[in-house]
């Protein structure tokens, strides 16, 4: 299995839609973030979490919101998609004083 | 070289030839560079990091040089493989917590 597991791997979504992308992680890691990966413009940051109770906006937070329900789950959801939000979307963790970040195989979202 | 823009710098290198993958970075207060590879439809995975008052680093196969005089990051791969086709991307990983900024990628094609 997985150590990072995000569901759903495929979306299609038509615009105006609310949509929530889930992350859960078996790493036991304490910090946890989703970016989103544009061709050209490599992964940007969109929300990031130290732990449960700690949630930081990220270089490109408009539209998106975050919701950390445990250490282990993290979620991003678009509150009402719009077609420049196509694009696929990863979650990561890490652990704190560690520079190595572990990824999800990643969710391919499109607005229609 | 990664940059910013909307197409992926590209390398093609010989399979056995030494491959070199450039990055140029813009904040000081980086505290780690990382070097991430993202094979087709995967999450990146960690390659290599080095620390900000270092200037080189190597691992199995691969060397991370960094210039902070012109702000400059390099990955060098020994004897490519097929296996190192992928994207590859440095990140920052800033001193004052642990958000990692990525670069834009390189996508490197080994050629048999």
């Known amino acids: 299995d997985a150590d990072v597991t995000q569901t759903p791997r495929n979306r299609i979504t038509k615009t105006g839609k609310r949509i929530m992308l889930e992350c859960s992680q078996t790493?036991?890691?304490?910090?946890m973030y989703w970016y989103r990966q544009d061709p050209g413009l490599g992964l940007r940051l969109i929300y990031y979490s130290f732990d449960v109770k700690d949630i930081n906006k990220g270089e490109i937070s408009d539209g998106y919101s975050v919701s950390r329900q445990a250490q282990a789950k993290f979620s991003l959801s678009l509150e009402s998609a719009i077609p420049n939000q196509t694009a696929l979307y990863f979650c990561a963790t890490s652990k704190q004083g560690n520079t190595e970040a572990f990824f999800g195989q990643g969710t391919r979202l499109t607005v229609v | 070289g990664e940059s910013v823009g909307l197409h992926l710098p590209t390398l093609s290198v010989q399979e056995g030839d030494n491959s070199i993958i450039n990055c140029a970075y813009s904040?000081?207060?980086?505290?780690?560079f990382i070097w991430y590879k993202q094979e087709s439809g995967k999450g990146p995975q960690f390659i290599i990091d080095?620390?900000?008052?270092?200037d080189k680093r190597q691992g199995q196969r691969v060397t991370v040089l960094l210039n902070k005089t012109v702000k400059h990051l390099s990955l060098q791969i020994a004897a490519t493989q097929p296996g190192d086709s992928a994207v590859y991307f440095c990140a920052e990983n800033m001193r004052n917590g642990n958000q990692f900024y990525f670069g834009t990628g390189t996508s490197l094609t080994v050629i048999p």
């Open positions: 904040n000081s207060a980086s505290d780690y």
């Open positions: 080095i620390r900000s008052n270092m």
């Open positions: 790493k036991g890691h304490d910090r």
